[in-house]
């Protein structure tokens, strides 16, 4: 038996609804499936304006427009994370300015944000690691102190909800991710979710290539025009189609994807309990969507050796993010790795293991039992 670390899962209605968008058409962005997507994330998560997107990527891009990041501005992000989320910011001349991480979550350290404030800040670009919300309080505490926007990078943390309320509700902007590794994916795609009113108009100018052709649509102009900056910032109605009948299935997939935390849970507490490694603690008033899971070995070594042992066994974990700030781009922006010795250590001995929402139908006996072997040649 194999175990992926990632294995795309079908709900059950992808087929037919995706026949009936293909079928029945239209299939540009923002169609009929793409409106029953956004009413169900509209309903679900009280998210009032959100827009279907190609990807987290490009939503956090169209974050970025909407933002009006300029050069010379800054914006805090940790540099445990994707590169979309330093590029989004990039990508407009704004300077990245790393922060740490804590290792009970792999979030930003929310301790260490104010410390990073300067007069050129004007935004504070958070992620939630595995699906475990970050600190959106004390986020937004700071944000309002210093008036900046936060813009969350939601990727992996759709139907995860912080003190009982949705992630991506709060933030001024919020990307998620429904790309094939996420809960819920359409193989690409994404979206952004806009809680400043104000901006919203611009962002249905932004999505459509930098044209007013929303207000066409809302009979409001007979032609539409170049009114803005934008790209092509939609997704086809035959992937909307698609994700629609994953978001539809979200407490299946959910429970299904617990059951996997739980066994990883079990399987690792006893080593967790002896000091050999770590495992996430969540706080206690968030609930996660069960994305990820990941364990921090007390030596890099031994995180190697697990990564072998278990590909032996034909199991395959990962290694996670490599820092942003010593990568090749990072020094271009003038950091070293000593900048956050943290996250250096910690990226390097942390691993990410196989999580899919099928690994609970087939394999998760498998992988415990392999993974059991590894971590007995590790520590007996
Ligand atoms: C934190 C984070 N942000 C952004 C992305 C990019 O998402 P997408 O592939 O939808 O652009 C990822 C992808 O895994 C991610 O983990």
């Not at 009970?104 to 007069?119: G, Y």
């Amino acid at each position: 038996m194999k175990i992926p670390f990632n294995k795309p899962y079908l709900a059950g209605n992808e087929e037919t609804y995706m026949l009936e968008a293909l079928r029945r058409g239209p299939h540009l962005g923002n169609g009929p499936f793409a409106e029953k997507c956004l009413s169900l994330l509209r309903t679900r998560y009280g998210f009032t304006h959100v827009f279907l997107t190609p990807s987290c990527t490009a939503a956090m891009e169209m974050g970025a427009l909407l933002a009006e990041l300029s050069p010379g501005d800054e914006v805090i992000l940790p540099s445990y994370t994707f590169s979309s989320t330093a590029n989004a910011i990039v990508l407009r001349g704004a300077r990245p300015v790393f922060c740490e991480v804590e290792a009970a979550t792999m979030n930003m350290d929310v301790n260490l944000i104010e410390t990073l404030v300067t007069s050129r800040t004007r935004m504070v670009a958070p992620i939630d690691f595995a699906g475990i919300p970050c600190d959106m309080d004390a986020i937004k505490d700071i944000a309002q102190k210093y008036n900046l926007v936060v813009m969350q990078d939601a990727a992996q943390s759709l139907h995860s909800f912080y003190k009982g309320r949705p992630c991506g509700g709060e933030a001024t902007l919020a990307a998620f991710s429904f790309h094939e590794s996420k809960n819920f994916s359409c193989g690409e795609g994404g979206a952004l979710v806009v809680n400043r009113p104000e901006w919203v108009e611009r962002a249905t100018f932004l999505q459509e290539k930098g044209t007013d052709r929303s207000l066409v649509i809302k009979g409001l102009r007979s032609k539409y025009s170049w009114v803005d900056l934008g790209s092509s910032f939609l997704i086809s109605d035959i992937l909307a189609a698609l994700l629609l009948a994953q978001l539809e299935q979200a407490e299946t997939i959910t429970a299904k994807r617990a059951r996997v935390t739980d066994g990883y849970r079990e399987l690792f507490t006893p080593y967790r309990t002896s000091g050999c490694l770590s495992i996430p603690q969540p706080p206690l008033n968030v609930k996660t969507n069960h994305h990820a899971f990941f364990v921090i070995f007390g030596q890099s070594q031994n995180r190697d050796r697990f990564l072998a042992g278990c590909r032996e066994r034909e199991i395959y974990p990962y290694i996670g993010y490599l820092p942003l700030h010593s990568s090749p781009m990072g020094r271009k922006f003038g950091y070293r790795p000593e900048d956050l010795p943290l996250t250096e250590a910690l990226a390097k001995r942390i691993v990410r293991l196989p999580f899919y929402t099928g690994l609970a139908d087939e394999g998760l006996e498998y992988c415990f039992e392999g993974m059991q072997r590894v971590l007995n040649g590790l520590y007996d």
